[in-house]
């Protein structure tokens, strides 16, 4: 859509995009971010390029920071919509740069960052450059189903799906004998957000029963969409963890849905899910959330 000059300065104003209007927004959020911190903060640890032209507008805006110092702005030519650029990460603040690991480490958390973006949205294109040729590539899909298949490649993946009450479960898992002996492999995505969860990765190596050894993990993605009011996604820093209302009942949800179709799935006749309590409902109403 593209922004007027007023709106991208806005954009760039501490707090000035935040989505929280009254108090008890911070129990239903639906918004990936709410403080409103993102652009400025990073504006202000590195070298920042916004382009931006509202679709209909003759000319576009282009804002300049360096260092997060009142922005250069003059008009440009720019397509509809809005770019980004940041460069020279940290330059300004050698303290902090000198704590990055090396350049291929880092791109590593860079492509899985990014992976996960594209895994959750598969509505979008997303490009991966590095060094300015192409790293990777994900391509518009028509459902996170084909996105996943795109992702992992060449892995045979089961499609598994199913609701408990409220909760809703879509996984795409690899075959058991490809399992890994790590997590990294096992993507967990609550509401479009990936996180990091153990009691959720547990409960689905534990949905593949006694074919799965133990310490081991499938490849693939996990989707559980559930409503906002009772995940609390303000307790981690990163935002890489969340506080669910009833953690337990989500796991138990997880591994009922997964365990009834793996079996199936993979053709596998020796297959016995492990025996675990289901819940027949969703999670029951939220405990109050820290700070509620």
């Known amino acids: 859509m593209g922004m007027s000059e007023e709106d991208a300065l806005l954009a760039v104003e501490r707090h000035a995009t935040s989505k929280i209007v009254k108090f008890d927004d911070l129990l239903k959020l639906h918004t990936f971010g709410f403080r409103g911190e993102a652009l400025p903060s990073i504006a202000s640890v590195s070298r920042f390029l916004l382009r931006t032209r509202a679709r209909g507008a003759d000319e576009g805006v282009e804002l300049r920071f360096n260092g997060g110092v009142v922005p250069e702005v ?26 990055l690991k090396a350049a291929t480490t880092e791109m590593n958390h860079i492509t899985e960052v990014v992976e996960g973006v594209a895994l959750a949205f598969p509505q979008l294109t997303i490009t991966l450059k590095r060094e300015g040729k192409v790293s990777h590539e994900w391509l518009r899909r028509a459902n996170r189903a084909d996105r ?6 060449n892995e045979e993946l089961a499609e598994l799906s199913g609701r408990v009450g409220d909760l809703s479960v879509l996984a795409m ?12 492999s096992l993507k967990i995505f609550v509401n479009g957000r990936q996180i990091r969860d153990r009691t959720l990765l547990r409960a689905v ?10 310490g081991r993990y499938p490849l693939g993605a996990l989707f559980i969409e559930m409503d906002p009011e009772l995940v ?3 307790v981690h820093p990163q935002k890489a963890e969340v506080r669910f209302a009833d953690g337990r009942a989500v796991a138990d949800a997880v591994q009922q849905i997964l365990s009834a179709e793996l079996g199936r799935s993979f053709g596998l ?10 819940p027949t409902s969703a999670p029951g109403p939220a405990r109050p959330l820290p700070g509620g």
């Open 205 to 214: 190596a534990q949905a593949y029963g006694s074919v799965m050894e133990p």
């Open 173 to 184: 898992l690899g075959r058991p004998e490809r399992a890994r002996s790590t997590t990294s």
């Open 232 to 234: 609390d996604v303000n």
């Open 148 to 153: 996943a298949r795109e992702s992992f490649g």
């Open 74 to 99: 003059r008009p440009c030519g720019a397509p509809a919509g809005t770019t980004i650029e940041i460069r020279d990460l940290f330059y300004n603040v050698p303290a902090r740069r000198k704590f």
């Open 269 to 278: 006749p020796g297959f016995a899910p492990a025996a675990a309590p289901a």
